[in-house]
C-alpha cells in the first residue's frame, strides 16, 4: 500500500482465462503526459460489473489496488463485506499481480454484483488508483490497501462526518497501526535521513473524498514516493475544506512484506524504480490488454 511514505502490493503465479464472464479495455496511463480520456476525470475505461444495475447508484466507490497479495487480500474484501454501511462498490485493481490473486478474488466477484475485478500490467500504485477512479460511480471514492482492513464501522462513520458537514471535500487518518512499533516509522521525503511516525503522514489508503475532488484534480501523480503529499498539497491550494478523523477504524498493519517505505530507506527513489523495474510485464500474456471482470 502506498502512503504518504509507502506503497504496498500484493504478484500472479499462471491460471487459465476458462471462466472469463467479461474483458473489455481499460486506459490505464500515467498522469504525467497522459490524454485528457486518461485521466480520471476524462473518458471512463473499461466496463462496469455486470449486474450492477441491480442496486442502485453505490454512494461509496472503494478502490483496492493489490500485487502479488493472493494470501492477503481476501482479509481486506471481507473487512469491506462486513461493513455496516451497505450502500458501496468495490473496485480492484490488480496490478499485473504474478501469484493467485485472480484464483482467491474470484469467487467472491462472483457472488456479489457490487464487486468488479480489474486487472493490468504492472504500472505502480498511482496509476493504479487512477485507474479505479475512473471506475468509480458513486458520489464518494475511498480507498483499501490489499494487506489492511476496515472496521466494521469505517464507512458509516465517514460518510456521517460528510453528511455532518456538507462543506467537507476530504477526509483522511483515524488510524489503527497493527505491528511492531519499530515499524511505525516511515523514511521522511522531505528530510532525508530522518524519520516520521506513520501518524504525522498523510495515508492515502484513508483518503475519503466526493469523487469529483479526485477528478478535479486529475488524480495522482505518478510519482516513485509521496503521490499522497503532492495530492494533499495540491489540494490545499484550492482552498476546499480538508478534515482529519480521529476515531480509528482504518487497521493499517506495519508487518507486511516489500513495504516500498522500507526499500526507500535503504536506497531512496533508485531502489523502489529499481523494484518496480524488476516486476515490470510479469505475466502479461494472461490478458490481451487491462480489462475488468464481473459476476455473471
Not at 536506497?267 to 529499481?274: D, K, L, N, T
Request: net charge positive.
Amino acid at each position: 500500500m502506498h502512503r504518504f511514505s509507502e506503497t504496498r502490493h500484493g504478484v500472479i503465479s499462471s491460471f487459465l482465462l476458462s471462466l472469463v464472464l467479461s474483458v473489455t479495455p481499460a486506459l490505464v496511463k500515467s498522469s504525467f503526459g497522459e490524454t485528457h480520456e486518461d485521466r480520471p476525470g476524462g473518458k471512463q475505461a473499461g466496463m462496469k460489473t455486470p449486474g450492477s444495475t441491480r442496486y442502485p447508484v453505490p454512494l461509496v466507490s472503494i478502490i483496492l489496488c493489490t500485487y502479488n497479495r493472493a494470501h492477503l487480500v481476501k482479509r481486506a474484501i471481507a473487512s469491506v463485506l462486513t461493513q455496516t454501511y451497505r450502500s458501496w462498490e468495490l473496485i480492484i485493481i490488480d496490478d499485473g499481480s504474478a501469484d493467485d490473486t485472480w484464483q482467491v478474488v474470484m469467487p467472491v466477484v462472483k457472488s456479489d454484483p457490487r464487486i468488479t475485478y480489474c486487472y493490468h500490467t504492472n504500472t505502480g500504485l498511482p496509476r493504479s488508483r487512477n485507474a479505479g477512479i475512473r471506475h468509480a460511480s458513486g458520489e464518494y471514492t475511498t480507498f483499501l490497501d490489499s494487506d489492511d482492513e476496515y472496521r466494521d464501522n469505517h464507512l458509516a462513520v465517514r460518510i456521517e462526518a460528510m453528511k455532518s458537514d456538507p462543506s467537507l471535500a476530504l477526509l483522511y487518518g483515524g488510524i489503527e497501526y497493527v505491528g511492531p512499533l519499530d515499524r511505525q516509522y516511515a523514511p521522511d521525503a522531505q528530510r532525508r535521513g530522518k524519520k516520521l511516525h506513520l501518524s504525522q503522514c498523510y495515508a492515502g489508503s484513508t483518503f475519503f473524498a466526493r469523487t469529483a475532488v479526485f477528478k478535479k484534480l486529475n488524480g495522482f501523480r505518478n510519482l516513485s514516493f509521496a503521490e499522497d503529499l503532492d495530492f494533499m498539497r495540491r489540494l490545499q491550494t484550492t482552498g476546499l475544506k480538508i478534515a482529519k478523523m480521529k476515531k480509528p477504524t482504518y487497521c493499517y498493519r506495519v508487518d507486511s512484506d516489500h513495504r516500498l517505505c522500507d526499500l526507500y530507506e535503504r536506497g531512496g527513489e533508485a531502489a523502489i524504480v529499481e523494484f518496480r523495474a524488476s516486476r515490470a510485464g510479469q505475466h502479461d500474456g494472461l490478458f490481451n490488454d487491462a480489462g475488468c471482470v464481473g459476476p455473471a
